[in-house]
Every structure is written in C-alpha cells, then in structure tokens.
C-alpha cells in the first residue's frame, strides 16, 4: 500500500467534481486521509454533502476557488472540460479513468497538463489492489521466467440504463469504461500492446451500448506475450467477479476475486482506494513518484479505442 505519511503532513482542501457512486467511494478514502472536501455536481452537490459530511459549493467557480486538489468523478463526457477547468485554475488533479473518451482527447489533456505543469493523475484503482500489485511484483522480479500468455476476466450487472452508459458515443460500453482495468493492467506487467482484436456479442447498434453483453479482446504485446481479456455484463443479480491468470516458461499465477470473502473483499476494495489516493496526495505535496501516471492513462485510452474499433470494424487494430 502506498504511504499516506507525507500526505498526513500537509492539509489539503479536495474539491470533489460529480455526486455519484464513486464520489462516495472517493470521500471515504480522503477522510481517512484527514483531508477536508467541498463538493460540486451540477444537481445533486447539497443532498450528496448532506450525507456524507462534506460541504457543498454552489458553482465549478466557486469549488476551484476553495480546493487545492481537484478530484474529478463525474461520467466521462465531462472529464476534458473539468480537467482543462482546474489546469487553468492551476490546481492539481485526479481523474477517474478512463481520461476521456477518445486517445486524441487524453493526448491533448495529457499535452495540457504537462505543459502547465499540473499533475495529472488517472484512478487506475486496480494497481492499488493486492491480488494485481503482487502479479506485478512476480513478473518484474523474473520469477515467471518469459511470458508466453495471460487471461483477464471481468463480469458485473449490466449498468442501470437510463443514463450516460447507454449511448456508446460517451461511454463507449463494455470495451471502453468497464475493460479499461485490465488493458492497464497488461501494459503495466507486459510492456506496451502493439496489436488489438476484439469481438463484442452482441453488437452496438445505431450508438446504443447493449445489455447482456460479452466482449473478447486479444492484445499482442511488443515483446511477444498476448494477453486474453474478456468482460461480461449480466443481469441485474450478476456478482462482480474479476480474476486473472499468467503464464511463463517458469511458472504461473493466478487469482479469482470470488475465492474471497465478501468481507475481505470488501475491506480490500476501501484499501486500494486508500493507497491509491494517498499515493497521489503524497506526489502532490511530496513531489514523490506514483504507481500511475498520466502517460498510462493516456495509454489506457488507446488501447480500449483500439479494441472498441476493432470490435466494430471485424479487423484487428495495430498502435505501434
């Protein structure tokens, strides 16, 4: 877990950007972390702060004004006017993945930023989790030998329609917002992807993102390993339920998030969102270096594009 001591150190004022399920997940981190928040969301800021204790502001204005991080958690379509918003207000910044929709957007964000000189941090959680950050550990250290082959799993609910999820043009379905941990977490134990070929069943039509989905994606890593991904959203009773499986010519690796119980798995989740932000916290005030950066978010990007073009165009996608 990464150390929250330097962030500890310095008193922070977070300003929390959207009012939704991982605003909630995100407050709970930043209060363990002794850090004040002021919330903004467009309808629901006061009923949020009400609940969660955290105060509320009336304006984006008003929340860039008061904060000395930003946290941005609202739906993807909003992130490059949120994340240029706070660069302009010279404030630090985290951003829920993915960056934005599309590669060129994040490649522009990512430009912005670096030339301000902001941090830019993505929420890639899944680096801050156990199970992921030991895999990382035991390939970097050899101890698998080459690798030849890994398989991701992830299934949940179908996303309650509705909302922002159903038009494929500002989430990008199953291929994009749901997939995204695992193509990061390829690249962070394989090295960069340099061929993509993916498959969805069944299709989106006419820019409706559809339930009941399962998506399949190859990636072909520039060093020769190829990592299967797979996604699935089920009915509404579905289980979340991640695992992974990694081979090389010296042994493998495996784990299946449902080997644990409910309550470790839990506390587990709380944990990496913890470290996670920590991690970040301890950069910003620190100068210390992070597990993610804005170069893997961005890459993160390219890689669900590719497989969402792929998937839709029948044809394999190259990046490098």
Not at 118 to 137: D, G, K, N, Q, S
Not at 165 to 177: E, M, T
Not at 198 to 203: I, S
């Amino acid at each position: 877990m990464a150390s929250s001591e330097g962030a500890s150190m310095a008193q922070h004022t977070i300003g929390l950007i959207g009012a939704g399920f991982m605003a909630a997940t995100h407050t709970a981190a930043w209060k363990q972390l002794g850090f004040d928040i002021v919330v903004w969301s467009p309808r629901s800021a006061e009923a949020f702060a009400a609940e969660h204790g955290v105060t509320a502001a009336a304006s984006l204005d008003d929340l860039l004004r008061d904060a000395t991080i930003v946290d941005i958690t609202s739906p993807t379509p909003y992130h490059a006017e949120q994340i240029r918003a706070a660069i302009s207000a010279d404030l630090p910044i985290v951003c829920e993945k993915p960056l934005a929709r599309t590669a060129d957007v994040a490649r522009d964000l990512v430009r912005s930023a670096e030339a301000a000189e902001i941090p830019l941090f993505p929420a890639h959680v899944v680096r801050y989790m156990e199970p992921y950050a030991t895999a990382h550990a035991t390939v970097a250290s050899g101890a698998l030998g080459r690798i030849s082959r890994a398989e991701f799993t992830r299934e949940a609910a179908t996303p309650a329609g509705g909302s922002w999820f159903d038009d494929d043009a500002a989430s990008g379905g199953i291929l994009v917002d749901f997939l995204i941990h695992d193509y990061d977490q390829a690249r962070w134990m394989f090295g960069d992807v340099q061929r993509v070929e993916a498959t969805q069943n069944p299709a989106t039509v006419d820019g409706v993102v559809p339930q009941l989905v399962e998506a399949r994606v190859t990636l072909t890593h520039v060093g020769g390993a190829v990592t299967e991904v797979t996604g699935r959203w089920g009915p509404a009773d579905t289980r979340f339920r991640a695992t992974f499986r990694i081979e090389g010519d010296a042994g493998s690796i495996d784990d299946d998030s449902t080997a644990q119980r409910d309550a470790e798995s839990a506390a587990a989740h709380g944990d990496a969102y913890l470290a996670q932000l920590g991690d970040f916290a301890d950069a910003i005030t620190d100068g210390a270096p992070t597990r993610v950066t804005a170069i893997d978010g961005l890459a993160a990007v390219r890689i669900a594009e590719a497989a969402h073009r792929s998937a839709a165009s029948g044809t394999a996608v190259g990046l490098i």
